[in-house]
């Protein structure tokens, strides 16, 4: 297959079918936890139960000392990777252009060299969590093949992108290709991997906050 | 009725899977940091012990029956069943090892409520019959006794004797109409009299009525430490009828933490209904009195103090600020612990670990990272407000060999207690 | 038995045209005209963004590079209802005229001149015999002297006794129907490297307004490139500057070579005023408005048929009724589903491809069935030439002044009566004089621009309509023009922001076109009827009444349908 | 034709009274036009001074003419010193003085006389669907190909048409267009795309082609000297797209200023080609420079892109109507999921029985 | 206003070839067509080379302009067609620019012509006595 006919499939159909099971996959996950209810609470609340869910999404991005004297390489790393990962996906124009495109809103885009800082960097932290992942007992303990691979499908778009910016190695069609399939696997892995943690973050925090508002403990 | 069984314990796991269950499993990414919040994992550092890895059971059982594609998985049986034998060794996990203290709860950077899934999956655990033989024996006592720890009202009406006779105080039961029904804990009632004294003092002295109860003076509830609605809900029955009753318009939780969490947080929905009467412990019912002006106090420990805050207190019942309250009254050298309120270590021995004989080594090695908290201070007193824990520490700083006295905090109170004839007294010494 | 004369290819054209001409004697008496090429652009346009069209439309021809990007622009925005902004037009006005000037211009001198113009000849002419004609003829024209002539014959003739002729090599030189005298050759060939260079300084107008040439960059409501006068990277100052510069350069050797170089060597082929009339049927659908498209009233070129020569009548054209324009498939490689004898309006284009020709290599065509990739576009069923020749009657029947005045002043000092121009060398004619009255005209657009932006407009796009989102869910349009060879219109169906139908009709279609269902020729078989050829072997007739047509096939050769994707896939394989 | 004693380049140029100087200067701009190291102008000089004037024969096929036109734009080497001083162009459609019978004589007497060793030009597709969708004289694309390729040299497929297929092998392709390089195998093929390519680079081709044989190719078959650069890496507005400033109209103020026009859709950043540096038509502007996004017209299957005015990055068949069909997907089977997640539950529920004591005490006991 | 930043870098390489020039003897020649610039950049550079003492005027081919730069054995060399317009521009780094010395194939042409002349004169000299 020559390098413009792979880029046209993955950019056309693959990518339909790929960003189609990444929606109906995470509206399906959503349903999946969501029908299972959650039993009302009749004990007298003494603080507020949502004001407490949505404290808690805001304050667990906030890790106490003690824990992060703990788990300095786990948070530094982790917030490097995380808000790295963000600026590229939502502040690199291309991707502001893409998103404009399939759901007509947009927003002003980052200096590239800011967004490719962004993505070196959140490559070494994914490079960073790895090798803790692998030498850290109780990471490597925990780990399951999920975890590596849902390792390998982040680490791909980020480094593919990067490589496309710098056009290494590959034609740029091969590099962009690799780039956007790499994404179309991280798109199709997505509601069922771990990664589904991106919305359901947002779930669990809400729920552990409004049970900790319900029962007036402030963190 | 058919016995407990794997497949009993397995269903039982289905009907407590919810929504935030659910959520909090697809939102797990293995980090680790629960770990760190652990004192069982952090003062035995096996990978095992990481809080979340304790729920593994539960987590196989939601995802082959609550996702696609662990529904598939074991069409496919690629699935890892949930059998006995992982349920047996997850035992030492689930029980021994857990005190139900909630700390990784609150560190979890995605908000996953672990304890809460711990709490339910002991309900899975109970059905299938892996559970500690201490705290089943501590549930049968209760049940059929009473009192974990086997104690009938004779034994409370002897230390109540005990105590009107010290005090001149009287000590009522069945008051009905009374504003507040102490509740109590059988810890209390063997090693802690003081308990009971102080609390009648100080109520009297507020002049406010009280009264303890003769059909329940209970308030500990093995059920849910063992992680049985069942049995937890015909204990906070008893209380509830008690209370009810008697027609009180407060219970007063003692100095124990899990029986604040039974009584207050779980009991409603146990019982399906809200209660006619407030449930409080007794350090929120003191801060009140504080507030209301009724608890005049005189003296000032001089001694270098702080206090251990007890995890069902915090943590699982927001109660951080009232001992502190309360402590200013008292104390001029009040020291915090470097991770304190809602960040306080665990003791080491809630959540039913004291009541397990299996978890005695375990318990008394994760006391070391409350050891470690109080080797920073270097304190002469440490202050506490649950038997539970007061117990645990006692245990814990002799097996350590440190010579520092435990006091309840309600006791401290009381003994600095202005008592109303003394105000009289003095008032027309004027 | 009558011989058949094959002329494949005719070259000095753009693309795949084959003559074939049924002798009779030395006369021709049926001529065939055959695109032998086909390219399926319409297929690939299906399902397309309509804003992209004009890049693959634009691709129909390289040579008249601007028209088929322009006319499909058009289309596209007269489907929308899109209104460009007084600047685009203006703009858009001076990269068609630049495009007439240029390519009449590279017409005459590179693909054209050689069948008037024989380059051996000129190594016999006297430079200095050779100045004084170039004075004669155009006298304020520099490169005229003695010693600039000798130079270009020199070159020429070391280059000959080289050997290799190369482009020069194999042409019918020493014909006896070339007629110029040695000195009009050399100077003819000099002028034929002076058009080459100065045809790369002109063509900049494009580069300047859309990037590059061949192939220009255009845009669906308006143009691309920005217009600020402070900016060093939009149409400042200096490009406008340069853009003055180029007009001049073009009005300048238009005046002083190119006309006075056509009249000069008409007057040496007067023959060829009096034959290759053709048709005597002319079409326009008008071009260069004012304002705007939709204003038809302020185009320089009107629209509108002239019948059998009849100047006093002029019929209205309506792009848009069923049964004016409609296209045959009698003798084309194509077949409609509604039978072989239906004619089919372009919004209603259906065909499909359908080789039924003779195997390659074959060495005769088979004329009485389909014979050609080109169609027969017909005008209320008559077939009519477009083109140069039928934009100037219709100025010239318009009473546009200054076509009146250059038509008159040429016939008389060619002495020669109005009916000459129904003739090859006419129709050659035609193109020199609309060049001269186009480019005249750069001027006023040019400076209406000047003073837009003097006063404060700088707009050349209107974004209103850009978004595919703001378009209805159905829409049709025609986008016309008059190419420089001749009326074109490209057919759009919008459906859902994407094409579901594209069809072009373009000028060689019309002109090139084989028979139709009537057997009616097209407008270069019946211009060929009657030729005498000299010498069969070397028919240079065929090729002067062709090339004064200035074929451009590939434009021609593109009219496939959708519904042919099944048998194409099938013949792929 | 006789074969003829040909004279070199240099021999050429010195009949013609160009001096040496001249020549040198003639090289500079050469070495200029052909992208060159400015250090390499001695060793053009010596190789053009020695290189003689070669038989060129250009076939055109499905093509629009563009690329011929585009060589007639050529100003150093112009077109004009192209044929008369460094190649002689024996057969060419567009330009040549014979037709029909007497041009395709003047190609056979040329491959004749020059066999082994002359350049073949190709502009056009070749349609493969079938032998009559293009002929010239009769002769199908295919067999005329094949044909004069067995006796050149070496092959230029000039235009993307040529080279890689072009616009008649854009989606759906409907006369099964191919490539030189899909027919020709055993000769040396030099592509040369653009849509046209632009002048200089044709020239400089054949330049190069005459002073040093082959130029180095890339992976595409282009010369890496004119098709080594990206034209966003060169291009003068990179610049902005790195300060991520965008026009997003055609004539807004970003428009004006010369901001990157990547988000109106320029291909510029997967585009090899020298438009950047060597610009159009004598250096007057490119594409980029007139406001037009560049449309990638020298990579194959360009037409395929996925749309002019689409950012490159762009997926070409997504549409929000994909993802509120999606939704509804997911919404319905997310729906039914639910109630089976529910019905497992609640199953769970109705037949868990309560758990006593005594249970408790039997199976401690066991 | 449009900045390419390849300015400095053009500076760096004009004063690495001088240094190498003088170090080495070997001359450096760049083509400032195959570098972008903007029309502002160009100017600055313009300015920054400044004008030395000589300039030169040569006509082959149409006009060439040869100036040195303000910094000795820096020169800018500028090529113009028949219409004047400039196609190339390049700066030289050496003693002398190349284009500059008299070429050998010239001198051979210049000898060979001269001779013929003399050769001429000398026969026309001999008839006239």
Redesign the interface.
Known sequence: M????F??WV???L??IA?????????????????????K????P??NPSLGGWR??GR?FK??Q??FQ??KI??IA?YVFHVGLFIVMFLL???I??IK????VSW??????VVDMAAVLSMLALVVLLID?LS?????????RN?YLVWVATFLPLLTGYMTYH?LWL???WL?GLH?LSVEALLVLFP?S?L??TF??F???????A??G?????? | MSELSLERGINTLKAQ????????F????????C???CSF??EN?E??Y?P??KLEPMRRVWEQN????GKLKVKLGIAKPVTDEMLSQWQELVYNTCSLCGRC?????????IT?MIRKLREGMVASGHVPEGLVGASTRAVKIGSPMGIKLPALQAQVKHIEKATNMQVPFDLEGAEYLLMLSSMEIMNYPEYLEAVGKILTNAGKTWTLSSECFEATNSGIQIGSSDIAKELVSRVVNAAEKLKVKTVISPECGHAYTAL??????LI????SF?AKHIVEVLDELREQGLLPTEGMEDAKLTFHDPCQL?????V?QQPRNLLKLVASNFVEM??HG??NWCCGAGGGVSANEDANEVKMKAFQRKKKQLDELKVDTLVTACANCRIQLEEGLEENQMDLPVVGLTELIAEHLVERNTINEESRHD | MTERVVVDPITRIEGHLRIEAQMNGSTIEQAYSAGTMVRGIEIILRGRDPRDAWAYAQRICGVCTLVHGMASIRSVEDALKYSIPHNAQLIRNLMIAAQYVHDHVMHFYHLHALDWVDVVSALKADPKATSELAQTVSPHWPNASTGYFADQQAKLKKFVDAGQLGIFAKAYWGHPAYKLPPEANLMAVSHYLEALQWQRDVVKLHTIFGGKNPHPNFVVGGVPCAIDLNSDSAINAKRLAQVQDIIQKMRTFVDQVYVPDTLAIAGFYKDWFKQGEGLGNFMTYGDFPEKSLYEPESCLIPRGVILNRDLSRIYPVDLNADDQIQEFVAHSWYSYSGGQTQGLHPYQGETELNYTGPQPPYTQLEVDKAYSWLKSPRWQGKAVEVGPLARMLMLYAGNYPQAKELVDSSLKTLDLPIDALYSTMGRTAARTLETKIIADKMQGWFDSLIANIKAGDTKTFNETLWEP?SWPSQAQGVGFMEAPRGALAHWIVIEHGKIANYQAVVPSTWNAGPRDVNNQAGAYEASLQGHVLHDPKQPVEILRTIHSFDPCIACAVHVTDPEGEELVKVQVR | MTQFNMPTVGEQLRENGISRRAFLKFCGLLASSMALAPSMIPKLAEALEKATRPSVIWLSFQECTGCAESITRAHSPSLEGLIFDTISLDYQHTLQAAAGEAAEQARDEAMQANYGKYVLIVDGSIPLGNAGYSTIAGVSNLDMLKQVAKGAAAIIALGTCAAYGGLPQANPNPTGAVAVADIIKDKPIINVPGCPPIPVVITGVIAHFLAFGLPALD??GRPKAFYGQ?IH?RCYRRPF????L?AETFDDEGAKQGWCL??LGCKG??TYNACATTKWNDGTSFPIESGHGCIGCS????W???GLY???????????Q??V???G???A???A???L??QA?QQAKQTREPVNVDQLNREVQL | MVVTGNLKPVLHEIRHALQTLIEQGQPTMLDLNGIPFSPSELAELETFLGQGEIALELDVLGKTRIQECSYAGVWRIQHFNEQDKRIGYFIEVDHVPEILRSQSDDMREGLKTLSGILAMETEVTDDSI
């Not at chain 1, 609470?41 to 007298?44: G, Q, T």
């Not at chain 2, 609550?66 to 594609?69: G, N």
């Not at chain 2, 399906?272 to 209660?275: A, I, N, Q, S």
């Open positions: 020559s390098d413009v006919l880029l046209q950019k056309g159909p990518f339909s960003v189609m099971i990444f929606v109906i996959g995470v509206v399906l996950r959503l349903a999946e936890i969501l029908s299972l209810g959650r039993a609470n009749l004990a007298v003494k603080g808690e999404i667990r890790v106490d003690g824990t703990q788990n786990t948070v982790g124009a291309a991707h252009a893409l495109h399939s759901l007509g002003p885009n980052l200096p590239t060299p992942r850290q007992p109780v990471k490597r303990f925990l780990s399951r975890d056009h034609s740029p069609q962009l956007i069922f771990k589904m943690h359901t973050l779930l669990s925090r809400w729920y552990n906050g049970s900790m319900l029962r007036g403990v402030k963190s | 899977i919810d929504a935030p269950i659910a959520s909090f697809s939102s797990c990414v293995s980090c680790g940091m770990a760190s919040a994992y952090t550092p990978p095992r990481t979340i890895y609550f996702t696609l594609l709860s609150l560190i979890c950077p995605v908000g996953n409520d809460y207050r947080w779980e009991g409603p929905n399906g209904r809200p209660y407030a915090v943590r699982r019942g927001g951080v470097t991770d809602t960040l | 989102a | 992976h595409l990206n890496d797209y790195e300060r991520g965008f990547y988000k950043p997967i990579e194959p299957g360009f395929d892109f996925g689409n950012p490159v990055s762009l997926p070409s068949s997504l549409s929000s994909h993802v069909f999606a939704t997907i997911g919404v089977a997310g729906v999921i639910a109630a997640n529910k539950k």
